[in-house]
């Protein structure tokens, strides 16, 4: 039963950070695909044209400064970067596990760690997201951040197992 809780929490582990891969790997040669949304998060466009009289309220939440969207952005990759590297680094252990050249705890506790981070980056983009009012306009942003949360949340839970 051991063996087989191992591959499965290797298995879990290395699906969030296939996913995170892509968005990483996306992120550095692609930035401008991401980069855009975050800066008009940040800005609040779509909430000042779609809701002008909400926009007016909550208009000095604003960032319009191009520095410091690109510094926030940047900012997020090399978290989300850091958290795929401890999260392969946790697969990679687990597996190292299962061949029993190390231990179990080791292994969950690197993938943990990873999960943590992962969890983190998507909860931290739906409060962030929340003090900018993204609910108003990006909603689909707003349901992936959920996701993604819940995902990190559930494999945590199948990590803190054994």
Do not use: K
Request: hydrophobic fraction near 50%; include cysteine; proline fraction near 1%.
């Amino acid at each position: 039963m051991e063996t087989t809780l191992l591959a499965a929490q290797a298995l879990c582990t290395s699906l969030i950070a296939a996913w995170l891969t892509l968005g990483v790997r996306d992120n550095i040669l692609h930035p401008s695909v991401n980069e855009t949304y975050t800066a008009e998060v940040m800005e609040m466009t779509r909430l000042r044209s779609e809701y002008p009289d909400a926009f007016a309220s909550l208009a000095h939440r604003a960032i319009t400064n191009r520095r410091v969207q690109q510094l926030a952005f940047r900012l997020v990759v090399g978290v989300e970067l850091v958290a795929t590297l401890v999260l392969w680094a946790g697969v990679i252990t687990l597996l190292m596990a299962i061949a029993g050249t190390t231990s179990a705890e080791a292994g969950r506790s690197i993938a943990m760690s990873g999960a943590m981070m992962f969890t983190a980056v998507w909860a931290g983009f739906l409060i962030v997201g929340n003090h900018f009012c993204y609910w108003f306009c990006h909603e689909g942003a707003q349901n992936t951040h959920y996701q993604m949360t819940l995902w990190g949340i559930g494999t945590l839970i199948l990590l803190a197992m054994g």
